[in-house]
């Protein structure tokens, strides 16, 4: 069982910039697909970044990028998303996820952990 917690989530006006944090309960760096996927009200949970096992590779959503950059530092179990230039349509619920299998980088139903969740409001 892995353990996810994020922080960092806030409020800040558009054009601001805001970094989340998520702490693993173990090391997933070698292991797993971490990234962040966000969930707006009434929309449908949707990939946002991910980092693939090892860090060879990344992904970002056309929506983010250019804006946001994913990373990870090993040594504290730590996945963090770098959000600048934000903009009102980035507010939703952000949560870090953790994937066994390729699809949970794009796919709810494949992530195998979740974080708690981490509220970010862009204002404008």
Same mark, same amino acid.
């Given at each position: 069982q892995v353990h #996810?917690?994020?922080?960092?989530?806030?409020? =800040?006006?558009?054009? $601001?910039? *805001? &970094? #989340?944090?998520?702490?693993?309960?173990?090391?997933?760096?070698?292991?797993?697909?971490?990234?962040?996927?966000?969930?707006?009200? $009434?929309?449908? &949970?949707?990939?946002?970044?991910? /980092?693939?096992?090892?860090? $060879?590779?990344?992904?970002? @959503?056309?929506?983010?990028?250019? &804006?946001?950059?994913?990373?990870?530092?090993?040594?504290?179990?730590? *996945?963090? #998303?770098?959000?600048?230039? *934000?903009?009102?349509?980035?507010t939703a619920m952000?949560?870090? @996820?953790?994937?066994?299998?390729?699809?949970?980088?794009?796919?709810?139903?494949? =992530?195998?952990?979740?974080?708690?969740?981490?509220? /970010?409001? /862009?204002?404008?």
């Amino acid at each position: 069982q892995v353990h #996810l917690v994020e922080s960092g989530g806030g409020s =800040v006006q558009a054009g $601001g910039s *805001l &970094r #989340l944090s998520c702490a693993a309960s173990e090391y997933t760096a070698s292991t797993y697909y971490m990234g962040w996927f966000r969930q707006a009200p $009434g929309q449908e &949970r949707e990939g946002v970044a991910a /980092v693939w096992p090892g860090g $060879g590779s990344t992904y970002c @959503a056309d929506s983010v990028k250019g &804006r946001f950059t994913i990373s990870q530092d090993n040594t504290k179990n730590t *996945l963090y #998303l770098q959000m600048n230039s *934000l903009k009102p349509e980035d507010t939703a619920m952000y949560y870090c @996820a953790a994937a066994r299998s390729q699809l949970g980088v794009w796919n709810p139903p494949w =992530v195998n952990y979740w974080g708690q969740g981490t509220q /970010v409001t /862009v204002s404008s």
